[in-house]
């Protein structure tokens, strides 16, 4: 007897057709996967059950939670569904949870809507749940406000809020995407922990496929609205028939091919570089005390290589980027670029700014939407005092795979991928010797991302250029540099060529991030 | 979407009428004629006569002029001096550069608008032209904080980064990447403001501190017929009218235009 059967389910938003005959099943107890890349209707297929589409939703077929149609009921029964028979745990926990109440207040009040309970019994429910969801009140007070939490911290109390009623279904919508390897390792056994507890069923939605092979009973593949492929767990990728979840296997453990550089002279060197903000006074005439982001670093770049720079969020890592690029002053230590010093009287030259570029992680904020791509792309030019030829804005954007008929577009009108050429084209166009990678791949989907690696591959040989990949991501790490640095606190705590460092880290800290990254079976 | 093409109508109606009133208006708005006087609206005079004898629907022309021009100018201010002050504290935020012109805003929004306008008109004599520099005053502040509240949000964009590493400094990243994506939001706060000023325009006329006579102004008109109103309702009602109609159609414009520009207030347009 299964908890949840969608059959043939048929989803249209303004007449645009979203799902196209989904069908599934989740049993008892069960944990379901579905796998997708972003606009493969994965979301859609989670918001039909809870019926929460958007305006203009027009769902056919049928879908049974526990014996009752979920698409005919009426919105009243809907609400009493929602919460109660239905947990759901969103992928972004900074805006999952209301910043003016306690957490206490937002775990009771899922108890408080859907049962006739006193709120402070409300309250010790849901102090007992938060326990259960390892956050001991004790520690965490029910009075903590959501800002006092780390992102991990919230994800559990947004889990605590989804299970307070012990749910049949937990919904997860990429409920570890947003979070670090360790925590969402953490994440992970918590929710096997609780399912395993309450006899939960669960649908984990998640578009990595590694998080989910080691935690799912079954997995649906989908793409385009429509799932491709269900097979049992672990077994999938053994017995996969669809060359589409052939693929998805094959890029999510894509290596781009390289060749090894010769080690060369040193093109970036950092020495003793000391970065500290000034952190929020205790009292008015207290001096404020300053937080060290960036504590004492100290390391060099060979020229042609490529060297990883991997940490969790909040290490330091998006600061030393930005010493490096010289947009902020530093209280100690010094930057070499090609022998000459990045930040020279607090202000970085152009001729040492020529030298660099950079690739951010958004593909969405990374461009003015009101310029077209011929000027986005030549912007760098500015540090040559000369605007850029035809001919050089269209070398940069064939050198990345796109036309130059591009260039008379606006930035709108590509996709994630597309736009990521964009700004690795936008980096490139005035031939700078380092390009640093701040999560450049972290925003694209599987398929992609093996492309866009490739291509930084192809780029690096073709143009001798130098990478700083700047990365959460270890697996991404591992396949396109030569050397990583493992930064904690503030602090490099271990570096190392990246298959030695991976395959066999002395680190006790390299090792608890090694050891938290799901692994794909046979990979 | 009805709103706005509702708003936008009533608001080139307006602007009409005040442009036609160059060329020509259905009688001279300032000739006298005490024999014609407070005659109701017929087909000679529409809109009918004031106590004077003149024609209600060429006075509303004409001051629909002075409104419209005072507003206009009034907002110029605004937009010209508020946006660049608010780009700069954006661009210099926490120094004591943005200290220094946040708090003369908030010093400026301390004192009710009106009564400074007052003031300002008390001292100076009250002018049509005072009456601008009054109103376009208030506007600075306006247009300050919405400019620097976000631009701020723009300066965190990965794209404003991306012209620092290019080497670009904050005037040229000002002009070239947050005032463009500013604009949407000016725009709609500039109808906004636009409706406030003339209902501005309108009460300093209606206390004499405004367009001195015979340039028609519509709050002037107001305070001339308040007396007779109970014997010839029509003169106060065409020019309260005139007011509340350019003021609404002003609002729904602006209203209309935030629908139409905020991708994330659209979806309910359809």
Redesign the interface.
Known sequence: MSLLRIDNLDLDIYGTPILKGVSLEIGQGEIHGIIGESGSGKSMTALSVMQLLPEGSQCRGAVHLDGVSVLEADEAALCAMRGDAVGMVFQEPMTALNPLQTIGAQVAETILIHQDVSRSEALARAAKVLRRCELPPEQFPLSRYPHELSGGQRQRVVIAMAIALRPKLLIADEPTTALDVTTQADILRLIQQLVREDGMSVMFITHDLAVVTGLADRISIMRHGAVVEQGGGASLHHKMQHPYTKSLFAASSHQPERAVPAPDAPLLKVEGLVRSYPAGRRSLFGTAKRVLAVDDVSFEIQKGESVGLVGESGCGKSTLTRAILGLEATQAGRIYLGGDEVLSGGQASADVRRKMQVVFQDPYGSFNPRHKVDRLVSEPFHLLGRKATAAEIDEALVSVGLTPADKHKYIHEFSGGQRQRIAIARALIIKPELIILDEAVSALDVSIRAQILDLLADLSERYGLTYLFISHDLSVVRSITDRVLVMKQGRIVDQGPSEALFSNPQHPYTKSLIEAVPVLPGA | MRNLVLGLCLTVLFVLGALVSFVWTPYDHAALEIANKLKPPSLAHWFGTDHLGRDILSMIMVGARTSIAVAIVAVGIGIGLGVPLGLLAAAKSGSLLDEVIMRSNDLIFAFPSLLIAIMITAVFGPSAVNAIIAIGIFNIPVFARVTRGAALSLWT???V????????GAL?ISV??IL??VTNLLIVQGTIQFSLGILAEAALSYVGLGAQPPTPSWGRMLADSQTLFMLAPHITLFPGFAILLTVLGLNLAGDGLRDLIDPKLR??A?
Do not use: T
């Open positions: 964009r990965d794209y980064l991306a012209a620092r590493v290019a080497g670009k040229r070239e990447h463009p994506n979806r309910g359809r």
